[in-house]
Structures are given as C-alpha cells and as structure tokens.
C-alpha cells in the first residue's frame, strides 16, 4: 500500500475515533442535564382533603352551595385542576387537587367562611377600666401573659395586649368566660390579628361592634396590585350606597386604626390618615404577600360560605 494511502487510512480513523468519543460525551451531558431540568420543574403533588359540615348535618342543599363558592375560590386562585365529591350521608365534602398550592394557603382557602367587616377601635384604657380592680385569678394570668406594660410603652392606642401564640388560646378562655365577659359591654369585642407581628407576637385588638360598620355585603369588587413588588395591595371597592357611611367612618375615625376582620380576625388595621370620600381602601396588611392578597380577593369575590368545616382528613 502506498504511504499516501495508509496517511489517509490513519486520519479517516483518527476522525472516526474523535466522533465517536463525542457522541459519548453529548450522551453524558444529555444524562446528567435531563435530571436537572427536571428538577426545576414544579411536582403536581396530589392533595385529597376531606371536610366534614360542623355539625355534622347540614342539608344537602347547603353542602351543595358551599361546593360551589370553593369551586369559584379554588379558579380565582387558578388552580384548575380541582375536583370536589359531595358526601350528603356524612355531610362531607371531599376535594382532591392536583395543581401546586401549600397545603396552608389550601386549608384557608378552604375553612375561612368569609364574614367581613370593618370595625372601629376602641382606646385600651377604656377597656381596661372595664376591668375595674378585677385582676385576680385567670385575669391576672392573662394581663401577665399579654405584657401589659410593655404594650403601653410601645403599641397602639387600640391594642390591649400583645402575646406569644401559644398563650393567645388561654388568654381567650379567660377573657371569653361568662364572668369575664360579664365586666365588659356588649360591643366590645377583644380580637387578635391573623399574623404576628415583625417581634413574632400577636395583637389583641380592642374594637367597637356599636357603631354601623360595613361588611361583605357592601363591597362592590376587590382586586389585587402588585405594581410595587415590594408592597402587594388589597383593593377594595365599595357599593356606591354606602360611599356616604364610610367617608364618615374615616372622618370619625381620623389618625385612629380601623380594623379589617375575617371571621373575627385581625387582617390588617390600617390608621385613617385623611377621609375617603370615594369608597374605596388599600391594604398592605403587615406585610401581605402576593399569595395572601389572591386568597383574600378569592374569598371576599366568591361570598360567605353557608356552611363551617372542619378538617377530618388531609392526605
């Protein structure tokens, strides 16, 4: 064989060799990528929640409404994959959703029934002079537990109390108790706030239930604005009805907080810095996040659930 011919039998082999090594390396590559793409993608984790009607005997009519409103909740919050099996012998309902959403911002979805209103504050001494020289027994306890000095020094007018949350359940029992309740008038209404705040304790609000407050019923539409990232806004707009009603609120209520309450929740307690004449509010709440203002736009646009539940399974 010549050498030219044998120079070209060693390079076509050279070069056979180098594309075979780089097809073996392309495959490698493809191996230890496609995991890692797929890691990035969210898993569709299957919850199956079951909700039992408290009580236990809820009429199939109201089992179906409350269906319905979840149904509604669940789209304004686009999970789309959602299916919900009425149980009328156990007045149960059963809701099995695939799409990704936590488990927490689910079971609210789920469990808030959606009574609103806006109450006006009352000033802590008020209450407090309710009390009288009554600061014995669970009264002291719970005065104790709600740092009662400290909240004077650095709280709200309107806020009579802070707490950590495991002390917030027998502070209610106490202050909720037939006898307790007995020393205070029947507007006044002692609520905590949803979320603790920046020093991770809980506000006890201090509100009024006397005055006309305005309520699910006269809110015409809420919509979310996220235009500043770093402040995500509830919006608020009321029936034209009660414009009136609540540019006096805010007039009566200048430089005080006024309480924005779910299910007797605190959501946010914004202070009224000029009337609104225009019937409409903007919360940021304490630091909203985008997905808690979907949730309550989900839940003030859908109404009031007929029906409270409980979570008898969570799968």
């Known amino acids: 064989?010549?050498?030219?011919?044998?120079?070209?039998?060693?390079?076509?082999?050279?070069?056979?060799?180098?594309?075979?090594?780089?097809?073996?390396?392309?495959?490698?590559?493809?191996?230890?990528?496609?995991?890692?793409?797929?890691?990035?993608?969210?898993?569709?984790?299957?919850?199956?929640?079951?909700?039992?009607?408290?009580p236990g005997n809820a009429s199939?009519?109201?089992?179906?409404?409350?269906?319905?409103?979840l149904l509604r909740r669940l789209s304004c919050m686009r999970v789309l994959d959602i299916q919900i099996a009425q149980n009328n012998k156990k007045s149960e309902l059963v809701i099995?959703?695939?799409?990704?959403?936590?488990?927490e911002t689910l079971s609210e979805l789920l469990l808030i029934q959606?009574?609103?209103?806006?109450?006006?504050?009352?000033?802590?001494?008020?209450?407090?002079?309710?009390?009288?020289?009554?600061?014995?027994g669970c009264i002291q306890n719970a005065f104790t537990s709600l740092h009662l000095r400290d909240t004077i020094r650095s709280r709200s007018e309107s806020i009579l109390g802070i707490a950590d949350g495991?002390?917030?359940?027998?502070?209610?029992?106490?202050?909720?108790?037939?006898?307790?309740?007995?020393?205070?008038?029947?507007q006044v209404r002692l609520l905590w706030s949803i979320n603790p705040a920046g020093d991770k304790l809980y506000d006890l609000y201090c509100i009024s239930s006397s005055a006309k407050t305005l309520n699910e019923q006269d809110i015409l539409e809420a919509h979310a604005d996220f235009e500043n990232p770093?402040?995500?806004?509830l919006c608020i707009t009321f029936k034209e009805k009660v414009w009136k009603i609540w540019e006096n609120t805010t007039i009566r209520n200048m430089n005080k907080l006024l309480a924005f309450v779910i299910d007797n929740k605190?959501?946010?307690?914004?202070?009224?810095?000029?009337?609104?004449?225009?019937?409409?509010?903007?919360l940021t709440g304490g630091g909203f996040s985008k997905?808690?203002?979907?949730?309550?736009?989900?839940?003030?646009?859908?109404?009031?659930?007929?029906?409270?539940?409980t979570i008898v399974s969570n799968n």
């Open 1 to 54: 064989m010549r050498m030219d011919g044998l120079i070209s039998v060693f390079i076509e082999s050279k070069f056979m060799i180098m594309k075979t090594l780089r097809y073996i390396l392309m495959g490698i590559m493809l191996i230890t990528i496609i995991p890692f793409c797929n890691s990035q993608i969210p898993i569709k984790n299957k919850q199956v929640i079951t909700l039992q009607s408290v």
């Open 60 to 69: 199939n009519k109201l089992l179906s409404e409350s269906k319905e409103i």
């Open 96 to 103: 099995t959703v695939g799409d990704t959403i936590s488990r």
């Open 114 to 136: 959606g009574h609103l209103n806006f109450y006006e504050p009352l000033n802590r001494q008020e209450v407090l002079r309710c009390f009288g020289k009554q600061s014995t």
């Open 166 to 186: 495991k002390d917030t359940i027998s502070i209610n029992s106490c202050l909720t108790s037939k006898d307790v309740r007995a020393l205070l008038p029947d």
């Open 230 to 233: 770093e402040h995500p806004t």
């Open 266 to 282: 605190v959501y946010s307690a914004p202070r009224i810095m000029d009337k609104i004449p225009s019937g409409k509010i903007s």
């Open 291 to 309: 997905t808690e203002v979907r949730k309550l736009v989900a839940i003030i646009s859908n109404g009031i659930l007929p029906l409270k539940f």
